[in-house]
């Protein structure tokens, strides 16, 4: 059992380009998190899906931030023109059901120049 | 909304000895508490919860302790090893199970053991 798969590892763009991060969640489970995690702000939640559907994206910058769930096995988290402030460490994780015992996929660091 | 603060920031001990991390949370709402460890390059990893209607749980030489009145957890951990070496990172949420939430999270508290 690989876990959560989270790709790219590392996402490199420039001021004003989009980036799209992918989750994979472990076969089974029908809860999927996105958090960012900085230094400063340490980890931020983003969004929650269930059953691929969205139960709360109440952490998401609203502009600029997207996520879907197509189906249960990925997730995608969409950043329009990017900005340096994004930078961070995108963490997905997903459990069997509701916040108990998330597993968490290593994260997609992304870097905007 | 929820805050989730985390005492101390960092800390360094020998091997052996026990180290006591505390975490605070604002809101009275918050019925869950799970803890989570980041070893440097690793992915967090779930390591102990506790539910509002306990005041204490224990697994192997972790010890979690649950003021419900002062809002306050402190996480116990007893013959550290440098293996133990991590970010430990406290977190609340309004519920749990198959409806549970979102989880607020701490800042983290840097746990060093020196062999």
């Known amino acids: 059992n690989a876990g959560v798969i989270q790709t790219p590892r590392h996402k490199v763009t420039g001021k004003g380009q989009e980036a799209t991060l992918w989750c994979e969640p472990i076969?089974?489970?029908?809860?999927v998190f996105w958090y960012r995690q900085t230094i400063v702000q340490g980890l931020e939640f983003l969004t929650y899906?269930?059953?691929?559907?969205?139960?709360?994206d109440s952490g998401m910058p609203k502009e600029r931030f997207s996520a879907q769930m197509p189906n249960q096995s990925h997730s995608t988290l969409k950043i329009q023109s990017t900005q340096p402030q994004d930078s961070a460490v995108y963490l997905c994780a997903s459990s069997v059901q509701g916040n108990e015992r998330l597993f968490f996929g290593h994260g997609t660091k992304l870097s905007v120049l | 909304g929820e805050q989730v603060e985390q005492l101390p920031s960092s800390l360094i001990v020998q091997e052996g000895a026990s180290v006591l991390i505390n975490c605070s949370y604002t809101?009275?709402?918050?019925?869950?508490f799970p803890w989570y460890k980041q070893e440097p390059g690793k992915r967090l990893q779930f390591i102990i919860d506790i539910r509002s209607n306990m005041e204490r749980k224990q697994t192997q030489r972790l010890t979690l302790l649950f003021d419900k009145k002062t809002k306050h957890l402190s996480l116990h951990i007893t013959a550290t090893q440098p293996g133990d070496s991590a970010i430990y990172f406290c977190?609340?949420?309004?519920?749990?199970?198959?409806?549970?939430?979102?989880?607020?999270f701490g800042i983290g508290t840097l746990l060093s053991v020196k062999p």
């Open positions: 809101d009275s709402a918050s019925v869950y």
């Open positions: 977190s609340a949420s309004n519920d749990y199970g198959s409806s549970g939430n979102k989880l607020i």
């Open positions: 899906f269930r059953n691929q559907a969205p139960i709360d």
């Open positions: 076969s089974g489970h029908s809860a």
